[in-house]
C-alpha cells in the first residue's frame, strides 16, 4: 500500500517504469539555433543571465567558488528531464549539473566552473511509504527533497528516522550518493549504506531503476559518484524505527595543554576502538568556533538508556582529568534531531556565507602517536596565525567505525555495492579554512596551503590515504580524488562511465568521473 502524504507526487511519476519522453523523437528531427532555443521547447522555467533572478539563483554555499552557469532549468517532471538530456545530445559539449540541496563546499551544483548547464530539481518534492521489503519500511525520496523535509515527514508519518548528515538544507540526494555521515551512522550506516534503489535518468535520455541485483553496475556507480551518470529523479531508503529518548552529552576542557591534547585525541580512538557502542556517536571538536585552543569538546548522541549512560561513557572520561563543563541530558527523539541541525518545522534556516576551503580524511589505521603529536603541537603554534584578516582554523574527528558498529562488519561483498568503498572505516577527519567574507576577493593566496600543512601529518601517517566524498577537496588532482574518493573501485566507474555517457554530458564538475580508454 502507498501513502502520498505531506508533500505533493511529482507529475509524471508513472513514468518510473521505462522509455523516454515523448518528445525525444521531435527533439531528434528538429533543428534547433542552439541549446537555449531546444530547452525552451521543453515549456519549463530557465534562467538566463538576463533573468531579474539570475543574481541571486547563482549564489553558492562556499563564494571561494564562484562559477557561472550557461543557464537554469528547473524541470517539472521526469519527461522534462529526459528533454533535457536530448537537447544536451544535440549540442556536443554540453554540460549538465544536477542541482539539489545546493550545499556543495565545491559548487558542484552549479556546475563547479563555468558554463554548464544547471537542472534545478526543486520540483521533485516527492515523498512516499512503499510497501516494507523483508520487513523493513522504505521510503521514496525525490531528487529535490532536503534533509529536514524527509526527517518532519518520518516522523509525521509513522514515527520513523532515517540516518543522515547534520545539515537540515542538504539535499538528500545528493548527500546520500556521497556517503550521509550522522549521528545514528555507527548503528544503521550512513545514508548511502541504507539506499536499496535509485531511479536515474541516463544520458541517453532513458529512464532507468537500479538496485544492487537490478542495473547492478548502474547502481554501483550512482552510490558514490551519482552526479557522473545521470540525474537522479528518486532513491528508495530505508526507514527506521528511532529510539525514543536519546542521551545528549558534552564534556569541555578548556584552554587544554599539548600533553593533555594529544592525551584526549588517544582516549577518544583509543576507546573507538575497543569500547564504544554502536549506539553511541562521538566527535572530537578541537576549539570550534573561536579556534584551537581554546577548548576540546566531546560531543554526541547515545541513542539508548539514559541510565546506562554513565556506565558506557565512564571508560573513556576516566583516562582524561574532570572536564570544565558537562551537559548531558536525555530528550525526545524529534528533540535530538533539532538540537543537531536546528528547527525542523517553519521556514528553511538562513544558510551561512563564508569563504572556506575544506580538507578531509577518512582514516582506515589509527592515527599513531607521534603524528597526533605533531598535528596538535602545529595547530596550537599556528592555526591563529591568520586571525587578523578574519580568517580562522576549524577541525574534528568523527568516530566512523570502531567497536561493534556498522562499518565494522561490513563485508568485501558489500563493498563491491558501492562505488565509494568505506567498509572498516575507523575516524572522520575534516579539516577548513573559513574567512568572514561574503566574496573570495579577500581570500588570501597561501589560504589553501595553510590548511594543508596542518592536515599533511594525518594524510603521511595512512598507507592509502582516502578522503570523503562529501567534504569535497577543490585543490585534489584527478590522481588525487580518484584514489581518495574511490580508491581501487575507480578503474569500474570509469568503464561505466564509458558505456553511459561517453559523450560527457553529466561532466560538468571538476572531479567528474573519467570513461576508461582501454576499450573495456
Known amino acids: 500500500m502507498f501513502f502520498h502524504l505531506v508533500f505533493p507526487l511529482i507529475l509524471g511519476l508513472d513514468l518510473l517504469v521505462a522509455g523516454q519522453s515523448k518528445h525525444t523523437d521531435q527533439k531528434q528531427r528538429d ?7 531546444c530547452l525552451k521547447a521543453t515549456d519549463d522555467p530557465i534562467l538566463t543571465p538576463d533573468s531579474p533572478e539570475w543574481g541571486e539563483s547563482i549564489k553558492p554555499y562556499n563564494p571561494r ?21 536530448a537537447c544536451a545530445r544535440l549540442f556536443p559539449g554540453t554540460r549538465l549539473a544536477p542541482l539539489g ?17 544547471v537542472v534545478n530539481m526543486k520540483s521533485f518534492k516527492q515523498i512516499e511509504m512503499l510497501e516494507p521489503q523483508d520487513g523493513v519500511d522504505i521510503v521514496r525520496v525525490g ?37 550521509g555521515f550522522g549521528t545514528a551512522s555507527r548503528l544503521l550506516g550512513s545514508t548511502l549504506d541504507n539506499v536499496v534503489a535509485v531511479d536515474i535518468i541516463l544520458p541517453n535520455g532513458n529512464l532507468t531503476h537500479a538496485t544492487a541485483t537490478q542495473n547492478a553496475d548502474i547502481f554501483f556507480a550512482v552510490l558514490g559518484a551519482g552526479s557522473s551518470y545521470g540525474i537522479i529523479v528518486s532513491i528508495d531508503i530505508k526507514a527506521h524505527k528511532p529510539y525514543s529518548s536519546p ?12 600533553e593533555k591534547a594529544v592525551a584526549t585525541f588517544n582516549a577518544f580512538q583509543n576507546y ?9 556517536s562521538l566527535r572530537l571538536n578541537l576549539g570550534f568556533p573561536t579556534g584551537f585552543p581554546d577548548h576540546i569538546i566531546f560531543q554526541g548522541v547515545y541513542y539508548g538508556d539514559r541510565k546506562k549512560f554513565e556506565a558506557i561513557i565512564e571508560p573513556l572520561l576516566s583516562q582524561l582529568s574532570p572536564p570544565d563543563v558537562t551537559n548531558v541530558t536525555a530528550v525526545t527523539f524529534a528533540q535530538s534531531e533539532e538540537s543537531l541541525m536546528g528547527p525542523l518545522d517553519g521556514p528553511p534556516a538562513i544558510r551561512p556565507s563564508a569563504v572556506a576551503y575544506t580538507n578531509s580524511l577518512l582514516a582506515f589505521q589509527p592515527l599513531p602517536n607521534n603524528t597526533i603529536q605533531e598535528f596538535m603541537s602545529n595547530l596550537m603554534k599556528r592555526s591563529q596565525e591568520k586571525k587578523s584578516i578574519n580568517f580562522r582554523m576549524q577541525q574534528f574527528f568523527d568516530l566512523w567505525g570502531g567497536n561493534g558498529s556498522y562499518s565494522s562488519k561490513m563485508t568485501k561483498e ?27 576577493e579577500a581570500w588570501p593566496s597561501d589560504g589553501i596551503s595553510f590548511v594543508q600543512s596542518f592536515t599533511k601529518p594525518l594524510f603521511d601517517s595512512q598507507k592509502d590515504p582516502r578522503s570523503y566524498p562529501n567534504y569535497r577537496d577543490s585543490a585534489y588532482t584527478q590522481e588525487q580524488w580518484s584514489s581518495r574518493y574511490y580508491s581501487d573501485e575507480y578503474p569500474k566507474l570509469q568503464q561505466i562511465k564509458a558505456h553511459l ?16 580508454t582501454d576499450g573495456a
Not at 529536514?148 to 537540515?168: I, S
Not at 573507538?272 to 553511541?280: F, H, K, S
Open 143 to 179: 531528487g529535490g527533497v532536503l534533509v529536514r523535509e524527509l526527517t518532519v515527514f518520518l516522523l509525521k508519518n509513522g514515527g520513523l528516522y532515517w540516518p543522515h548528515a547534520r545539515c537540515t538544507e542538504v539535499g538528500v540526494v545528493g548527500s546520500a550518493i556521497g556517503g
Open 65 to 85: 567558488i564562484a562559477p557561472i552557469p550557461k543557464l537554469i532549468l528547473t524541470p517539472n517532471d521526469v519527461s522534462c528531464v529526459q528533454d533535457a538530456m
Open 247 to 258: 542521551v545528549l552529552y558534552t564534556y569541555q576542557w578548556n584552554k587544554p595543554t599539548l
Open 414 to 440: 558489500d563493498e563491491d555495492t558501492y562505488g565509494f568503498p568505506h567498509n572498516n572505516a575507523l575516524l572522520l577527519f575534516r579539516a577548513d579554512g573559513v574567512l568572514n567574507a561574503t566574496t573570495a
Open 31 to 37: 533543428t534547433y539555433p542552439d541549446i537555449l532555443s
Open 501 to 516: 555517457d561517453p559523450a560527457g554530458i553529466m561532466s560538468a564538475n571538476p572531479q567528474s568521473v573519467q570513461p576508461s
Open 272 to 280: 573507538g576502538i575497543d569500547q564504544a557502542p554502536p549506539e553511541l
Open 101 to 117: 540541496g545546493g550545499h556543495s563546499y565545491t559548487s558542484f551544483g552549479l556546475g563547479g566552473t563555468d558554463g554548464a548547464i
